[in-house]
């Protein structure tokens, strides 16, 4: 019984073989006859022509441009009129006075606190934000704050304070104006726009500042070109509002600016 299932293997193996041989060898001639090689040669060996290549553009591996460029995509600016505050450190004020003028030239409202020598750790650790949030109720929050911690070696200790005044604004849409440095910083910008967000911060370092005599503030013309810059970045902005700049005739503008006393750092 071995015997006859052996050769039937051994037959068929041959016959595998002759099939294989007659299939990728060239034709083969007999006499007058010509056997032709097996067709399925070709189907086997034959490489996939571009309109025979795998077809994934259905597939849903396939990334969508519109998705991946949708964060990138420019907000629709912001139209109705807005309850803008502003508020910070010293040098908030020639700043308000700015934009106390786009205020005016677009129809919308403004106030402003300067607290003097504060810092993000003040502002943290104290109630006065929330205070004045609630007192004026504004839609669009402009905060002018690090330039009294330019100096520190280690900027990842105000993480979070920023993070606690980013809570306080809640869902209020800001725009973080960096500080003017007058010197290099040791990562105070980089930080202030990891926690806001590039689109929430607008980094100044790097401007020309002409400066008072104590050569670290800005002086108020150059507060006001400061201003101007921010208002040409607004479009970039996680919420853009109106900021056309405002025309001669606009005059000086009130702020309704209050003054504040930093009483320790």
């Known amino acids: 019984m071995k015997s006859n299932y ?33 067709p399925f040669r070709e189907h086997l060996l034959t490489e996939l022509s571009p309109s025979d290549s795998l077809d994934f553009t259905n597939s849903n591996e396939v990334l969508d441009e519109s998705a991946v460029s949708i964060n990138e995509k420019k ?10 505050f502003i508020f910070g450190d010293s040098m908030t004020f020639n700043l308000a006075l700015r934009l106390a003028q786009y205020a005016r ?32 109720r504004p839609t669009q929050i402009f905060v002018s704050l690090g330039s009294n911690e330019l100096y520190l070696k280690n900027p990842g200790t ?3 304070f920023v993070n606690r005044i980013i809570e306080m604004i809640d869902t209020i849409p800001f725009v973080w104006i960096g ?15 990891r926690e ?8 100044s370092a790097g ?4 400066r008072k005599a104590d050569k670290i503030h800005p002086t108020r013309e150059s507060s006001a070109k400061w201003i101007d810059s921010v208002a040409r970045w607004m479009p970039k902005s996680s919420h853009p509002i109106v900021m056309d700049s405002p025309s001669d005739s606009i005059g000086k503008a009130n702020p309704n600016i209050v003054f504040l006393k930093a009483l320790n750092k």
Request: aromatic letters at 12%; glycine letters at 6%.
């Open 196 to 203: 806001c967000g590039h689109k929430r911060f607008f980094r």
């Open 105 to 136: 030239q677009n129809g919308h409202e403004i106030h402003s606190v300067n607290w003097d020598s504060s810092n993000t750790k003040i502002w943290a650790d104290s109630d006065t934000l929330l205070y004045f949030i609630r007192k004026y």
């Open 179 to 193: 500080p003017p440095n007058w010197k290099e910083d040791s990562g105070i910008n980089d930080m202030l726009e």
């Open 6 to 38: 052996g050769s039937l293997w051994l037959l068929l193996a041959f016959a595998l073989v002759t099939i294989l041989i007659v299939a990728f060898g060239d034709d083969i001639q007999i006499g007058n006859y010509t056997v032709k090689k097996a």
């Open 75 to 84: 907000v629709a600016v912001d139209s109705l009129p807005q309850s803008i």
């Open 158 to 160: 105000r993480v979070k």
């Open 207 to 210: 401007m020309h500042f002409d």
